[in-house]
Each structure stands twice: as C-alpha cells, then as structure tokens.
C-alpha cells in the first residue's frame, strides 16, 4: 500500500506529463507584467551570478506538494518523473512552503532532493524562508493544519516537552513543533534558506526590502536568521519576524498589497534599494495575486497567485533569461 505522499506523488507523472506537452506547444509568455499601479555561502545573499543563467522564481506553496511540483514543471526543470531537467537554471521560491496545507514535509524533502540533482548538473535550487517559517519556529501555529503532523510522526526521538508545544494533543503535532523549534532536525534544514537573495539582475525576498535592511546588512540578516534556526543567536524582529508594522523583510506588504499600491515615494525608494544591490527588480511574494504582475514600473514583480489548494489560485511561474521577464502558466487548467 502506497504513503499518501507516494500515491500523491505517482498521480502527479500522468498530469505533469500533459502539462510538459502542453507547454512545450507554447506556455504563454510576457516580457514585462501587468504594471498594476499604472504610474554562495550559507548565509550569502549572493548565489552564483555568473552570466547567462536561466531563473525560475516560484511564489508561495503552502503544503501543496501537487501544485509545487506543477510549478517546477510549468517552468521546465523537473520531468515527468520528477527528476531535475534544468540544466544549469537557477530555481528560487520565495517562501511559505510551511501552513495551510497537509504536505509541509514533503515539500521540504523534495526540495532538498531535488537540489542535489540541480548541484549536479550545474543548476541551483534557492529556497527562501517566508513569514511562515519564521512563525512556526517561534511556535505561532495559528495557520497549523493538524493533518500536516502524521509525517513527523517517524522522529519520536525529539524532544516534545517544551510548554511551547503544550497547545497539541497530538503528539505528532509536537513532534512537528520539536521539528521546527531552533535547533531542530528542521529548523537547521531551513537554516540554510535565505531572508534575502540576489541572483544576478535581480532581489528575492518574502516580504520587501528597505533602506534600514541594507542599513543593518542583507548578510548580515541571513546569518543573523541561519544562527537563531540552529539554536545559536537571537532573531532581531525589526529585521525579521517582526510583522508589517515594522517592516521586516518577511512580513512587508509595501509592494505587494494589491489594494494599496505603492506611492511614488515608495516606488522611488525602490529605485534607491535596487540601485544600492546592483539590481533592477526585486521579486515578491506574501500576499495572494490573482495573477502574477508589476508595481512602480516594473521595479517589483508579485508571484504568489495563491497555486496552493487553500487557496484555489492559479499556478504561474517567472522566468528571467537575458535581462527579460516573462511569466508562465499552465495551460492545461
């Protein structure tokens, strides 16, 4: 009898299969989004920015291991067996695998897989961390769907008497929290994911980048983030975790609320950032579009179209080649 993460998985070759053939017919491409404002190292935000090299930058997944595995076909670099295809193409995703979803694990594990294939072959995987991650981490389980929990069910070694974790009745539930905890099994996983990246023209993040985060340092917050997973440092919440209040770079909704859009000011401090990094967009995700698009010119593209099911969004996909954007999506549905 097959796991529901193997069963998942098998079910997942027949429909990627048609949406490798659909795309390969011509997944639709744009060169700029739809501008809707009209008007390394472990802790290194730099990856390898060695000239050219396709990127593929997915939005959040939360615990949707069908449609995550959707974006990395949609965007060329997983076959229908799943195995990396991509060459030398860098994949980055933008954080929020963790919450409102059942397959946390399971997406978490066939990153880390697929990254070895990537390494081997030239290729990169990037995985940032979102506000989620962070959440989790210091026990915020409000968005926590308990079915996620059976697949921790196999480190009954961990430690689950934190009164951090006193909220479950299942202890599969704390196991996983035990998982998460700094200095856990996976904790020291996400470690390695970063706040901040730059992958050459570009800026990844979760939230937003300001001027006080180049002011406190774009390595410094990722070493400042990687210490406090592995149980060695503090989390300074200004920087991270702080919520949008105080713009930390994983909660910040500047550019990607799409009710509010940005000011000119703000449009115009963008330019600054981007100019200080060397870059000339920075790539978001955090708050649910309807499609993938562009605030302050182009300056900031927003990728989490909501592709996971609790949601019910679309599944879309960035790619950046030569200096161009285009977004791709799945024909197929």
């Not at 965007?75 to 295809?85: A, F, T």
């Not at 594990?109 to 070895?116: A, I, N, P, Q």
């Not at 990537?118 to 926590?144: C, F, K, P, S």
Request: glycine share 10%; charged share 20%.
């Amino acid at each position: 009898m097959k796991s529901p993460f193997v069963e998942k998985m098998f079910n997942a070759f027949f429909i990627l299969t048609l949406v490798s053939v659909l795309c390969t017919c011509g997944c639709v491409g744009k060169s700029s989004g739809d501008d809707s404002d009209s008007g390394t190292s472990d802790t290194d935000s730099n990856t390898d920015n060695t000239f050219p090299k396709r990127i593929i930058a997915i939005g959040d997944n939360h615990a949707d291991l069908f449609q995550a595995l959707k974006a990395l076909q949609i965007g060329g670099v997983i076959d229908e067996s799943l195995n990396w295809i991509g060459g030398d193409t860098i994949v980055v995703q933008t954080g929020d695998i963790l919450d409102r979803g059942v397959e946390e694990r399971e997406i978490i594990d066939f990153y880390e897989s697929l990254r070895t294939e990537a390494e081997a072959a030239g290729g990169q995987v990037v995985n940032m961390n979102g506000n989620h991650e962070i959440m989790t981490a210091y026990a915020d389980y409000r968005y926590l769907q308990e079915e996620a929990c059976a697949a921790f069910s196999d480190l009954a070694g961990l430690d689950t008497s934190n009164p951090a974790f006193d909220e479950f009745t299942d202890e599969n539930c704390k196991l996983r929290a035990a998982a998460f905890w700094p200095g856990g099994p996976y904790a020291q996983i996400i470690a390695d994911w970063l706040m901040v990246a730059v992958v050459q023209d570009t800026v990844f993040v979760h939230g937003g980048v300001h001027q006080k985060h180049l002011d406190y340092g774009i390595d410094e917050i990722n070493a400042m983030t990687r210490a406090w997973l592995m149980g060695e440092g503090d989390l300074d919440y200004n920087q991270v975790g702080g919520g949008p209040d105080v713009f930390s770079v994983d909660w910040d909704r500047t550019y990607s609320d799409d009710e509010i859009p940005p000011t000119v000011d703000q449009c115009d401090d963008l330019a600054n950032v981007l100019e200080q990094l060397g870059v000339v967009r920075m790539v978001v995700g955090h708050t649910v579009q309807s499609h993938i698009n562009t605030v302050c010119d182009d300056m900031a593209w927003r990728i989490d179209t909501g592709m996971a099911e609790y949601y019910g969004g679309v599944v879309e996909v960035i790619e950046i080649l030569d200096g161009n954007v285009s977004v791709l999506v799945d024909l197929a549905g």
